[in-house]
């Protein structure tokens, strides 16, 4: 059985510190319940590029042109993108974060791009993005200011989301700085939502809201999926191990709530791949891929893809992981195990869409982070399980 079912996963295999395996299951798997946000968006995780993590809130072009928030670093992205192999893999959403913005709203109220930094504007740069297939996302906020401090969409959801559908935005990541209650929170969350639907338009509408919510209480799950395509539940990743691994934690410890939330339409988004910087080994990249994709997370990379190894590009553009996290049924997988002696952590994925019946395991070491160091039994144990 192992044999017959191996073939969509025998690149993770060969990826190396990521042992993976296929066997039949004996529960049958349905159909993907039609639930949550109604805009026929994001029916598997949405794959593209994000700044944030690698260009930051870097506004300075007069000293660092090349990697200053401005539509040279989007256009020159977008052109990769399209050139050289994402764009035929599955990354099709160019997105914008924070920082795109003048630092006021315009005479009839709307945002605005920096005149400096974004002269053509972000019409023109949609559709350049839209010439080479692809997708713009852009960055807003529910409360009084974006977390870096540009103006907020408090009052002004309709005519933000106007806004972004006039200029042919396709995705909105809106943040959740600066709001005083939960209150606002909430309802500026579903606003936006509904300001997007009365656009016609459809945008990806992409979540912080259980972000902010947490801290007070448990956020409701399901709510939150009629509004959103997808959302982040935890603290921004930053290039480091360390914060991959919090965020791996956070994600385990919390999945009983969060993995049966998971589905085509709506994701719990663990945040950025940041495969292709400075931070992670070689064994860590690895992990971080085929975590993200047993996860259905969306695989938004934030690096420079002007300057990547060939070894992180191929790796980014592994179409055997990227399957996995594509499979159209949806299941994000969970923690089977943690033998925190061993530490062993062990996520199952979901039945391929189109074999059902599939379940992917994945096991990993945290204490090696390196190939093939995981006794043979083991796995083949769990396999008769
Ligand atoms: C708006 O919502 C309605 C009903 O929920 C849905 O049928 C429609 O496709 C949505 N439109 C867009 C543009 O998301
Ligand atoms: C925005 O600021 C106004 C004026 O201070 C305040 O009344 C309002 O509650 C704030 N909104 C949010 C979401 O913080
Ligand atoms: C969560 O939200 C759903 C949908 O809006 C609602 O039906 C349910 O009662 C809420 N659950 C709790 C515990 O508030």
């Not at 017959?4 to 529960?27: D, E, H, I, N, W």
């Amino acid at each position: 059985m192992m044999t017959a079912t191996m073939k969509p996963v025998s690149r993770v295999l060969r990826l190396g510190c990521v042992l993976a395996f296929c066997f039949q299951v004996l529960a049958p798997y349905g159909l993907p319940r039609a639930w949550g946000l109604d805009n026929g968006l994001a029916m598997t995780p949405t794959m593209g590029w994000l700044h944030w993590e690698r260009f930051m809130c870097n506004v300075n072009c007069q000293e660092e042109p090349d990697s200053c928030i401005s539509e040279k670093l989007f256009l020159q992205i977008a052109e990769i993108m399209a050139s050289d192999g994402w764009k035929d893999v599955g990354y099709e959403y160019i997105c914008i974060d924070d920082c795109w913005m003048a630092p006021e709203r315009d005479s009839k109220g709307r945002l605005q791009a920096d005149p400096k930094r974004f002269p053509g504007g972000i019409h023109r740069l949609a559709d350049y993005v839209h010439s080479k297939g692809l997708k713009l996302g852009i960055y807003a906020d529910v409360g009084n200011k974006t977390c870096a401090g540009f103006p907020g969409s408090f009052g002004y959801y309709d005519i933000d989301a106007q806004t972004f559908a006039d200029w042919g935005v396709d995705l909105l990541k809106f943040d959740g700085c600066y709001c005083d209650s939960i209150q606002h929170l909430a309802e500026g969350y579903k606003q936006m939502s509904l300001a997007l639907n009365r656009t016609g338009r459809s945008i990806v509408y992409s979540c912080e809201w259980p972000l902010y919510v947490w801290p007070i209480f448990k956020p409701n799950y399901t709510e939150i999926r009629e509004y959103c395509n997808h959302w982040r539940n935890f603290a921004d990743i930053y290039d480091s191990w360390e914060s991959i691994r919090k965020t791996l934690d956070w994600t385990s410890s919390n999945q009983k709530i969060i993995v049966p939330v998971a589905g085509p339409g709506g994701w719990n988004d663990p945040d950025m791949l940041v495969i292709g910087n400075f931070g992670l080994s070689r064994d860590q990249q690895i992990t971080q891929m085929a975590l993200w994709a047993i996860m259905a997370a969306p695989l938004l990379m934030s690096n420079d893809l002007r300057h990547i190894s060939p070894e992180a590009k191929a790796l980014l553009q592994d179409k055997d992981v990227i399957a996995i996290n594509q499979d159209r049924l949806g299941k994000q997988g969970y923690w089977l195990r943690k033998i925190s002696s061993l530490q062993f952590l062990a996520p199952k994925l979901s039945p391929f869409g189109l074999d059902p019946g599939n379940t992917v395991f994945l096991w990993y070491n945290e204490s090696t982070q390196e190939p093939g160091r995981i006794p043979r039994q083991h796995h083949q144990q769990r396999g008769k399980d």
